[in-house]
C-alpha cells in the first residue's frame, strides 16, 4: 500500500505546495500515520495539515462480517488554519488519532460525521471535535486503478462543544447554514462559537 501512499502525497503537494513539516504517530495495532504541514503557496495565509496513512487500506462498514483488503471508502483529512494566533502546530497528534479512528474503532469517516477527540485540538483551543465537510474543492479525489475505490481528501471544520452538541440534535447542514449566516472564519483557530440561538 506504499505505491497509494505514495501518490496520496503526490496529490496533496500537487494541490498545497511543498511539505514543510511531518511528523509520524503509530498506535498499537495500526499502521503508521504521518500528518503534513503545508504553509501554502506565496501570499496564502493559510497553514494546512494533512494525514497521510489513513488512506492505505479501505475502511470497512462496523456491520460488515469480513473486511474487504480492496474495496471499500479511502479518505485523508485536512485541517486548513489560520498561522500565527495559536499554537496550531500542536494538532498533529489529534488529526493523527482521528485519522486512525478507522483502524481503531471500525468507523467509516464521511462527510457530514462528527468525529471527536476528547481534549483541545491545540493548546488554548475552543474546539475539542471537528465536522468532516465535503470534498473536492480544496484536493480533487485521487482515481485508483480498478477495483479500488478512489481516495478522498476530507476537509475538517473546528467545532465548539456547543457547536457539536447542535450539530447533534439538528444536523450538519443547519450549522453549516448558522456559520454561513454569521459569516464565520471557520480558519480562526481562536474563533468564538457561533450563536445557536
Not at 511543498?18 to 511528523?23: C, E, F, K, Q
Not at 485540538?121 to 478512489?150: C, I, K, N, R
Request: aromatic letters at 4%.
Amino acid at each position: 500500500m506504499s505505491d497509494v501512499l505514495a501518490l496520496v502525497e503526490a496529490r496533496l503537494c500537487s494541490a498545497l505546495g511543498d511539505v514543510d513539516a511531518r511528523a509520524a504517530v503509530t498506535f498499537l495495532g495500526t499502521d503508521r500515520i504521518e500528518v503534513l504541514r503545508f504553509t501554502g503557496h506565496a501570499g496564502d495565509d493559510v497553514v494546512r495539515y494533512a494525514t497521510l496513512g489513513m488512506s492505505a487500506q479501505p475502511m470497512t462498514d462496523p456491520t460488515s462480517a469480513l473486511a474487504d483488503p480492496v474495496r471499500g471508502p479511502r479518505a485523508e483529512l485536512v485541517l486548513s488554519v489560520r498561522p500565527g494566533r495559536a499554537d496550531t502546530d500542536q494538532v498533529l497528534r489529534p488529526l493523527a488519532v482521528l485519522a486512525a479512528s478507522p483502524q481503531v474503532e471500525g468507523v467509516v469517516v464521511a462527510p457530514g460525521a462528527s468525529l471527536d477527540t476528547g481534549e483541545p485540538l491545540w493548546p488554548g483551543a475552543p474546539f475539542t471535535s471537528v465536522l468532516v465537510a465535503e470534498p473536492g474543492g480544496l484536493v480533487e479525489d485521487l482515481e485508483l486503478p480498478e477495483p479500488m475505490d478512489p481516495v478522498r481528501f476530507l476537509p475538517l471544520l473546528p467545532m465548539t462543544p456547543n457547536e457539536a452538541a447542535f450539530k447533534r440534535v439538528q444536523g450538519a447542514a443547519a450549522l453549516e447554514e448558522r456559520w454561513l449566516r454569521h459569516g464565520t472564519d471557520l480558519r480562526d483557530p481562536l474563533r468564538r462559537g457561533v450563536p445557536l440561538s
